[in-house]
């Protein structure tokens, strides 16, 4: 019976007993079996089952004593019997209610079972590759260059509609919002991106107030969009704060329009100046249709002070400026890298500042140019003598007189020698700005074109300056003109749609002065300008002498005959007119000789090249030749027939 009780009382034990008391750690046998060790990555430590520190023995009852001493006696006893057997284990049983017998017991008996979870475990792999890692600048650039080609790959692949609706519903659902229907269906011209140069999302119309933070997360993910157009879509501050930010994480939008939108105040303003200053890729900003005073102005223009600023573009058609809003403005232009701006239609005149646009000096260097202008001033006439044009002695004398124009090239070097004179002077100051285009047209700029012309006088940078509709009098056009004979730089003059061209050939005189003169000039739009025939006489004579003029448009005027033959005769002596557009008259005359000068210009722009023929193909006489019937040619000399004719209204003009 000793024997039983022995096993059943090791048998309860752990099995972890018989191992040598000085083992760090202790499992037992049926534990081990059911949960084997796992593989981490490192083995730890010490381990997890950590037995306590052994007790101090408790002290031993009189009660335990008698127990025990009565199982040793049963114990050994040889004649065992399954009573006595029973009997020893229940006393077993009360012995181990008070206590462990011995140490090891004790120390079996704290033991704890511990549960890992699968989902914190971890596989280690050693490392796969055949060369030695290199340094960490190294490993940097390779990491930084597969993010750009990564990145590059995702901006070159064009979202689908459906990928952008499904993006969009995305953005309404994580701000609970309701998606909109006509975003859904502006998202469709995706469909057009593949073959398109530039990736645009014309949202213009749009109702956006309540919609305008869904759609700026949409705008955050990098869709490749490079032209977005809000205007008139009801934006209030809010709503340019997230557009804005959305655009500056984006990265991708070149040009952004938000003309139109009345309840933006000068934070919102503010916010957009930001942007300028942060994201240099945003290059063109319209902001037309708006009443800006001097405060908001100034938070949207505040930005151009800045290096980081790269704006080229800026609208502000049909805005009404506050009288401190345009010294903003021309203060913005003067130190800033603004190099296009848009002023139409613009009802009120704004006097000193329009000059102050296109001042490129300081204001303190004024009064030395003005004694330099005054140096430099000369009689402004080259064509007062019949017997010194070339275009009006081949009319009334036939295409093989010569004209006795030593003389007038003598004035014209003259005066040619005079300006270059003044723009010496000139660039010995220091330069303000960068402004290559000033678009006027539709304004009303009345006594300030006066100003404005004083201005252009002195300007060094300006290239292209549009008057037109700007209700230019031949005064006016007189003024302009004048100008030209000083500044050196202008490239392109559109006067279309002014009354100064009509009987009053005062501004026909100046500028006919100017072309001949300015150096590079190219273009010269006089289209719906009142042209008559003698005022395209006297334009004609400076054709000869123009060295850099490419394009002269003076489209639907009532030219007649004689202006036309006075135009052919000055471009057949022309060398670098390769477009001059004129509109076509029922007389067949009238149509052979425009036919004659529309191959004579194709020829010429042919020779140049596609850049050359780019004028010539959007020209109102190719778009009439097109769709008038093909005449005979007639010969590239002037009858005398036509020579009396033309005898016969210069006589009658002259009365």
């Known amino acids: ?74 114990s050994a006893s040889s004649a065992a019997t399954s009573t006595g057997g029973l009997l020893a284990s229940v006393l077993q049983r009360w012995s181990s209610k008070d206590g462990p017998s011995s140490a090891l017991e004790a120390e079996t008996l704290v033991l704890r079972r511990v549960h890992f979870r699968s989902e914190d475990l971890a596989h280690t792999y050693h490392i796969q590759g055949t060369t030695a890692p290199r340094d960490e600048a190294w490993t940097r650039t390779r990491i930084e260059k597969e993010a750009s080609e990564r990145t590059a790959r995702l901006d070159a692949r064009a979202w689908t509609p459906a990928e952008l609706q499904s993006l969009y519903r995305v953005c309404c659902r994580a701000r609970e919002e309701v998606s909109s229907g006509g975003v859904l269906r502006a998202l469709s011209q995706a469909s057009a991106w593949p073959d398109a140069t530039t990736r645009t999302l014309d949202l213009a119309g749009l109702d956006l107030h309540a919609q305008c933070v869904p759609l700026a997360d949409m705008l955050c993910v990098p869709l490749g969009v490079q032209v977005l157009h809000l205007d008139r879509c009801h934006l209030d501050d809010a709503g340019v704060t997230a557009l804005a930010r959305a655009v500056y994480s984006a990265r991708t939008v070149h040009t952004l329009t938000l003309a139109s939108n009345p309840n933006v105040r000068p934070a919102g303003w503010r916010m957009v100046g930001t942007l300028l200053t942060a994201a240099p890729h945003v290059m063109h900003l319209d902001v037309s249709e708006h009443d800006f005073s001097a405060n908001a102005l100034r938070g949207l223009l505040m930005p151009w002070n800045g290096s980081s600023c790269a704006l080229q573009s800026l609208r502000l058609e049909a805005c009404t400026l506050a009288s401190g809003a345009w010294d903003v403005l021309a203060g913005a232009v003067q130190v800033g890298a603004i190099q296009h701006l848009s002023l139409r239609r613009h009802s009120q005149g704004a006097r000193s500042a329009l000059a102050r646009l296109l001042r490129d000096y300081q204001a303190s260097d ?77 304004s009303v700029l009345g006594d300030d074109l006066r100003a404005l012309a004083a201005a252009l006088r002195r300007n060094r940078t300006l290239r292209v300056l549009s008057l037109s509709e700007c209700g230019v009098s031949p005064s006016g056009l007189a003024c302009v003109a004048h100008a030209l004979q000083y500044n050196t730089t202008l490239e392109t003059l559109d006067l279309s749609g002014n009354p100064c061209c009509g009987t009053d050939l005062q501004g026909v005189h100046r500028l006919r002065v100017a072309l001949g003169l300015h150096p590079r000039i190219r273009r010269v739009l006089l289209r719906r300008t009142q042209l008559l025939p003698a005022g395209a006489v006297a334009l004609a004579e400076c054709l000869p002498d123009t060295r850099a003029l490419l394009h002269l448009d003076v489209a639907h005027n009532a030219l007649g005959l004689v202006g036309l033959l006075a135009l052919w005769t000055g471009l057949q002596r022309n060398a670098s007119v390769r477009c001059l557009d004129v509109s076509l008259d029922a007389h067949d005359e009238y149509m052979a000789v425009a036919r004659a000068m529309y191959e004579h210009c194709r020829a010429r722009s042919a020779a140049a090249g596609a850049a050359g023929a780019r004028f010539l193909d959007k020209s109102v006489l190719a778009a009439s030749l097109r769709e008038a019937p093909p005449t005979e040619m007639r010969a590239q000399t002037l009858s005398s027939e036509e020579a009396a004719v033309f005898r016969t209204t210069k006589e009658l003009l002259n009365q």
Request: aromatic residues 4%; glycine residues 4%; contains cysteine.
């Open 366 to 442: 004024a009064a030395s140019i003005s004694v330099w202008e005054h140096t430099c001033g000369a009689a402004d006439e080259l064509y007062l003598h019949a017997n010194e044009n070339e275009v009006e002695t081949a009319l009334l004398h036939g295409p093989d007189a010569e004209a006795q124009a030593a003389s007038r090239r003598e004035r014209r070097e003259a005066l040619m020698a005079r300006a270059a004179a003044f723009q010496h002077a000139l660039s010995e100051l220091p330069r303000l700005g960068c402004l290559l285009t000033l678009d006027l047209k539709g």
């Open 1 to 74: 019976m000793s024997d039983e009780a022995s096993t059943d009382s090791e048998a309860d034990a752990c099995a972890g007993a018989e191992s040598p008391p000085d083992a760090e750690e202790t499992y037992c046998s049926n534990e081990k079996d059911a949960f084997p060790p796992s593989h981490t990555r490192e083995p730890p430590a010490r381990g997890i089952l950590r037995a306590r520190p052994p007790s101090p023995p408790a002290p031993t009852s009189g009660r335990a004593a008698w127990l025990s001493a009565m199982q040793t006696r049963l």
